[in-house]
Antibody, heavy 119, light 110 residues
Framework: EVQLVQSGAEVKKPGESLKISCKGSGYSFSSYWIGWVRQMPGKGLEWMGI????????RYSPSFQGQVTISVDKSISTAYLQWSSLKASDTAMYYC????????????WGQGTLVTVSS | QSALTQPASVSGSPGQSITISCTGT?????????VSWYQQHPGKAPKLMIY???NRPSGVSNRFSGSKSGNTASLTISGLQAEDEADYYC??????????FGGGTKLTVL
């Protein structure tokens, strides 16, 4: 069974750093892209970026380029999303999701990680 | 980047059919057959319902169907059921960024 399991909810202060994770299982982790999607409170889905674990090829949405870093450790089938300096506007639910190599849709999703940034 | 345009809300009675539209441009919806649709219940992760315009993943009811005409894609739900009440998002390939979502549509089953 394909599963993407994300790390737990986080509460941080502005200016702090954070790294959240997404662990894949039940499939060949290196052969599928892992993407990250933001959902701010009461709002829609926003595509942030995507990484291919096989060679760490990474693409970012222009809206998120320079704001976050996407990385992967394929030895433990885990992708990461990190911030070096959080802002209150980073408060949101973050989902990871799997995408086949030559497709453009996410077929499996993680359960989401809620990030709250507040002083 | 501009999101794809969806109606904010649609509604229908049990048993009826509804259609949700998703309007983009020739650079995304109109230019590629890579439109997908996701269902999201409150507090839950999105679920893939349609991919590549009209294909259903295994396990998705055949009451859900997708189509496209020009720069507008559509999701049709027939035989509406209470469990279909959710938010629905379209998505399309676009060269940069590689994927863009619609703003979402709240479906209410009356």
């Amino acid at each position: 069974e394909v599963q993407l399991v994300q790390s737990g909810a986080e509460v941080k202060k502005p200016g702090e750093s954070l790294k959240i994770s997404c662990k894949g299982s039940g499939y060949s982790f290196s052969s599928y892209w892992i993407g990250w999607v933001r959902q701010m409170p009461g709002k829609g889905l926003e595509w942030m970026g995507i990484i291919y674990p096989g060679d760490s090829d990474t693409r970012y949405s222009p809206s998120f380029q320079g704001q976050v870093t996407i990385s992967v450790d394929k030895s433990i089938s885990t992708a990461y999303l990190q911030w070096s300096s959080l802002k209150a506007s980073d408060t949101a639910m973050y989902y990871c999701a799997r995408r086949d190599y030559n497709n453009y849709y996410f077929d499996y999703w993680g359960q989401g990680t809620l990030v709250t940034v507040s002083s | 980047q501009s999101a794809l345009t969806q109606p904010a809300s649609v509604s229908g009675s049990p048993g009826q059919s509804i259609t949700i539209s998703c309007t983009g441009t020739s650079s995304d919806v109109g230019g590629y057959n890579y439109v997908s649709w996701y269902q999201q219940h409150p507090g839950k992760a999105p679920k893939l319902m349609i991919y590549d315009v009209r294909n259903r993943p295994s396990g998705v009811s055949n009451r859900f169907s997708g189509s496209k005409s020009g720069n507008t894609a559509s999701l049709t739900i027939s035989g509406l059921q209470a469990e279909d009440e959710a938010d629905y998002y379209c998505s399309s390939y676009r060269s940069s960024p590689p994927v863009v979502f619609g703003g979402g549509t709240k479906l209410t089953v009356l």
